[in-house]
């Protein structure tokens, strides 16, 4: 069996806006004598998007029509249909998920989304991506070693590690080449972002907006900024500051991540890699004497520098192509239940799952968190499965799971299971005997989440054996 389907990856930064279309190749794996087993056997960008500055109407709002006819110009370009797009990601990323208006602008796109698209941000998530777009996984597993890629946008670093291809830690900075912003015909500074301000203002560096761009001024700015990315790869020594800087006040890499190697992607990633010319605010910002700084850097003694599969396309191509997971082979689902898009995990901890009384209390415990207006939502059930793999087991988890989740199974919407072991199919038949077939069951497995997720399913695949799953984080920065 061997199916080709189609991926968008759409990236709404803070600099810039663009799209690919990807193509990904599905094939099952297995003999002839054993389960189907259908993976992604080949990913292919086969188209790639000019690459356009975000369009805003102000500081604090995306000018959303102007975004969703830039989309529409590259797939009239593309020759390509929203409905014929099976899977892929729309992301807002960077300071532009800050903007007042980023979920209204979601909402607008979703009709170019095709029936199976993903809207998301999150600083987590776009750090994987990026990372993955990059190459950094792949470098790390080939080289045998720790890697981190730093994709440094217009308002935000994204940080992901990778140890020999697996993700060991992500975190993200407020640093960005557009977080200075500078008039390209006057050279007066038009925006400096808060955090940034601060920084300088801590350091003894004056600077305001309406004053002449001092290039001295603001290389001493990024110097600080490269700094901090240093200090986040625990390259260098922490400084006072650098607790302050992490996007939504969020945490840095763990102590023990300690990064061998180091690739840059994003924007400002050429101007690390290459000179730039005579014009140091050609973009209207400080991305190219911070990409210098970066290069510059003391941190990067430390660290071997490798280059980027990906620089400014990264987080898109990632969003493209590494966004979708198959869960197949040993589904269990009724036609017509599918797509589904933007599901909240009700996560069950390993610990809780070791006694069916605690899968019980787990899943009541915490479903009144979804109570919307009195009545509850759409949510998928995830655990690992761990220990349940025999007939006995199974029957024990399907009425520890009716248990726990009656008032789910008292609402219209289909009761949804994520496994990550694979046990699916026959849970789903356990569940349907014990429900009598009474409720409309949804068991999928081979998916790995945490608590805070979603979970898109898209439209039955390969012979109607697998389904494309996408699982992100839809957090918008305050």
């Known amino acids: 069996m061997h199916e080709v389907i189609l991926s968008v990856g759409i990236d709404i930064g803070t600099s ?55 989309l529409e110009s590259q797939y009239h370009k593309a020759g390509i249909k929203p409905e014929e797009i099976k899977t892929g990601a729309v992301i807002i990323t960077g300071e532009t998920a800050r903007k007042e208006n980023a979920n209204v602008v979601l909402d ?62 992500t975190t993200c900075l407020d640093i960005g080449g557009r977080l200075i912003k500078v008039d390209r015909g006057t050279k007066r500074i038009t925006y400096i972002y808060s955090k ?14 309406g004053e002449i761009a001092d290039a001295a001024k603001i290389r001493s700015i990024c110097t600080l900024m490269a700094d901090l990315i240093g200090q986040s790869l625990h390259t260098l020594p922490k400084s006072d500051y650098y607790n302050e800087i992490f996007t939504n006040g969020g945490n840095g ?58 620089t400014i396309r990264a987080t898109v191509v990632g969003a493209g192509t590494h966004t979708t997971e198959i869960s197949g082979s040993t589904i269990s689902y009724e036609k017509n239940q599918l797509p589904m898009k933007n599901i909240p995990i009700l996560k069950i901890s390993e610990e809780e799952e070791k006694t069916c009384q605690g899968i019980e209390e787990s899943i009541r415990r915490q479903i009144p968190l979804y109570i919307s207006e009195g009545e509850a939502e759409q949510i998928a ?79 039955p695949i390969g012979e109607g054996r697998v389904v494309p799953v996408v699982i992100k984080t839809l957090i918008f920065n305050s």
């Open 253 to 310: 890499l763990k102590e023990e991540v300690i990064p061998k190697a180091v690739t840059f992607s994003g924007g400002v990633a050429d101007y690390i890699y290459q000179e730039a010319g005579n014009d140091l605010f050609q973009y209207g910002d400080v991305g190219i004497i911070l990409g210098q700084e970066i290069r510059r850097n003391r941190f990067l003694q430390n660290l071997e520098l490798y280059q980027a599969v990906e």
């Open 108 to 169: 607008r796109l979703s009709g170019l989304a095709g029936d199976f698209v993903v809207a998301t941000a999150g600083p987590d998530l776009e750090s994987v991506l990026s990372g993955r777009g990059a190459g950094a996984d792949n470098f790390s597993k080939e080289k045998r070693t720790v890697v981190a890629n730093v994709d440094v946008g217009g308002g935000t670093s994204n940080i992901a590690v990778f140890d020999h291809g697996n993700l060991i830690g």
């Open 16 to 70: 810039t806006t663009q799209l690919v279309f990807s193509e990904l190749t599905i094939e099952n794996q297995a003999t002839s004598y054993t389960v189907p087993r259908i993976s992604i056997v080949d990913k292919k960008v086969i188209f790639r998007s000019e690459i356009f500055f975000t369009p805003l109407l102000s500081q604090t709002e995306i000018d959303g029509e102007a975004v969703k006819q830039i």
């Open 381 to 459: 059930i995830s655990f690992a499965g761990t220990g349940y793999s025999g007939f006995a087991g199974i029957q024990e988890l399907a009425q520890a799971i009716i248990n726990g989740a009656k008032e789910l199974i008292s609402i219209r919407y289909p009761l949804l299971i994520v496994a990550e072991h694979d046990i699916a199919k026959a849970l789903g038949h356990a569940l349907n005997v014990k429900l009598k077939h009474s409720k409309e069951v949804i068991c999928i497995d081979g998916i790995r989440t945490q608590s805070g997720d979603y979970i898109d399913i898209g439209e």
């Open 196 to 209: 940034i301000q601060k920084l300088a203002e801590r350091l003894g560096i004056p600077i305001s907006v």
